[in-house]
């Protein structure tokens, strides 16, 4: 059983800024990716940014120089610090971890998803 507890969404004004948190538990044990997605009221799920254990990035084109992805891989905690938000970054954030557990026929890979945490940007 895993778990991803994902935090710091809320309510913010243009411009301002937020850090989401996201903390896997359980047997993992070995997480090679995390990431954020989004998914906005009638539109799909997209890729925010993402980080692997090496701790190469990649970021969506819509929030490069805006948002940093970092994690703590001794905590498995990814973290999103999102600044200069602008309203069309209103959306359920995500969090996704590509992990590896140990099962009787040895390591297997798995996609993990969290619950969501609602971000929303005010004019």
């Known amino acids: 059983q895993v778990q991803l507890v994902e935090s710091g969404g809320g309510l913010v004004q243009a411009g301002g800024s937020l850090r989401l948190s996201c903390a896997a538990s359980g047997r993992i044990f070995r997480i090679n990716a995390m990431g954020w997605y989004r998914q906005a009221p009638g539109k799909q799920r997209e890729l925010v940014a993402a980080?692997?254990?090496?701790?190469?990035?990649n970021y969506a084109d819509s929030v490069k120089g805006r948002f940093t992805i970092s994690r703590d891989n001794a905590k498995n905690t990814v973290y999103l610090q999102m600044n200069s938000l602008k309203v069309e970054d209103t959306a359920v954030y995500y969090c996704?971890?590509?992990?590896?557990?140990?099962?009787?026929?040895?390591?297997?890979?798995?996609?993990?998803w969290g619950q969501g945490t609602p971000v929303t940007v005010s004019s």
């Open positions: 980080i692997t254990s090496g701790g190469s990035t």
């Open positions: 996704n971890a590509d992990y590896e557990t140990v099962t009787g026929l040895g390591l297997r890979s798995y996609d993990y």
